[in-house]
């Protein structure tokens, strides 16, 4: 990098007579002020580039101790991260976020709409086991039939429609559609499949 204050040779300074940001214009200061300010501009730029030199010296000598310690890169950005987020589990936001949401989780609502979804959940299951259950001893019955042989017809869909496979498959879909949502009816879809049965 040769570029002035990076490294390598650095340019003169030179000053516009044009006003700058401050309101002053170089035309307003001594020739002995412009002196002493280009000289501490000097400085400076120096102080910054001899301060660059030591800190690249010292990332790369860094970076031989990580190698010889068998650290690579991504145990070193895994320190940080792990610092990191142990700083941010120890921050006052987050401690106070936290409380706030362990409030939140021992609260009558939470506690009542977490038995409610338990319990949504064990009746969805409930009467999936029940339709599964069903599906399969219907399945079973139909292969017990015997199929008539040849010419095959194709069943057409009112005709299915009345049979008793699908009249019962549709009656515990209700029965199950039913128990999801709550509805308490007169009659549940069992009951209603074998009272249409008794009939």
Sequence with gaps: MNRPGFGGASSPVSFSTRTVENGCSPSDLTDQEVDHLRTELAKMEE????????????????TEIRRQLGLGP???LKQNLAKGWHDVQSSAPYLSASATLEDIGQS????RTRVGLSHAGQVTSAALSNVGVAITRRLADMRTLSLPSPPRHTISVPTMRHS???RSFEDMVGSVKDKVTGTNGETSGFERRSARHNT
């Design 164 to 166: 008793s496979t699908f």
């Design 74 to 76: 991504f145990s070193h």
């Design 47 to 62: 102080e910054i580039h001899t301060l660059r030199q030591v800190l690249l010296a010292k990332e790369k000598n860094a």
């Design 108 to 111: 009558d609502i939470c506690l």
